[in-house]
């Protein structure tokens, strides 16, 4: 007869788990913790990079600005005058 997991008595179960415990605990972790430095340098890079947005973002209209001049120029040269 094969056993199966599903009709396993809970109380053993229980106890073996309970057994295994003590080897599942995280034991000589290494934790790394934000300094105040790291947290600095974080801070200069999110300005730094919201900078670098609001500048592509400008860049993005003055191109559209100069297409649009550029198209106007170009219908002019082409209307019959």
């Known amino acids: 007869m094969k056993r199966r997991y599903w009709f396993v008595d809970p109380e053993k179960l229980k106890e073996k788990y309970l057994m295994a415990l003590p080897f599942l605990s995280l034991e000589d972790i290494e934790v790394h913790y934000i300094t105040t430095e790291d947290k600095k340098r ?33 219908d002019n040269v082409k209307k019959p005058g």
């Open 42 to 74: 974080l801070t200069e890079l999110e300005t730094l990079m919201s900078n670098k947005d609001i500048e592509l973002k400008d860049a993005k209209e003055r191109l559209k600005r100069i297409e649009k001049c550029m198209e106007e120029r170009i």
